[in-house]
Nanobody, 127 residues
């Protein structure tokens, strides 16, 4: 059973930083966690991809809107995925979700390609 638990959200002023964490459950190497990503969804908007990573090799992929400000990383010893967010803007305000169980291959931030989701953690950036 795939379980993803996010934490680390909160309220911050514009220009501030936050680090989100996603702990995933696995007893042995599980292909479901081979490629993981962060998504976000603001009220009234569609869910959008933010960043993704191959957890084995570390190759990363970012949405243009967060390049240079956000960094995705993982600690396989702790079964934890991170999203380091710097220079936050009010438009970054959203519920942030961790995702796994990616179908297909190659870098992607398409919502439909991921089959497993966490419950989300709220990030609010005030101006």
């Amino acid at each position: 059973q795939v379980q993803l638990v996010e934490s680390g959200g909160g309220s911050v002023q514009a220009g501030g930083s936050l680090r989100l964490s996603c702990v995933y459950s696995t007893y042995t190497y599980d292909y479901n966690y081979y490629y993981m990503a962060w998504f976000r969804q603001a009220p009234g908007k569609e869910r959008e991809g933010v960043a993704a990573i191959y957890t084995g090799g570390g190759s990363t992929y970012y949405a243009d809107s967060v390049k240079g400000r956000f960094t995705i990383s993982q600690d396989n010893d702790k079964n934890t995925l991170y999203l380091h967010m710097n220079s936050l803007k009010p438009e970054d305000t959203a519920m942030y979700y961790c995702a796994a169980c990616r179908g297909g291959s190659g870098h992607t931030l398409e919502v439909s390609r991921f089959g497993c989701w966490g419950q989300g953690t709220q990030v609010t950036v005030s101006s």
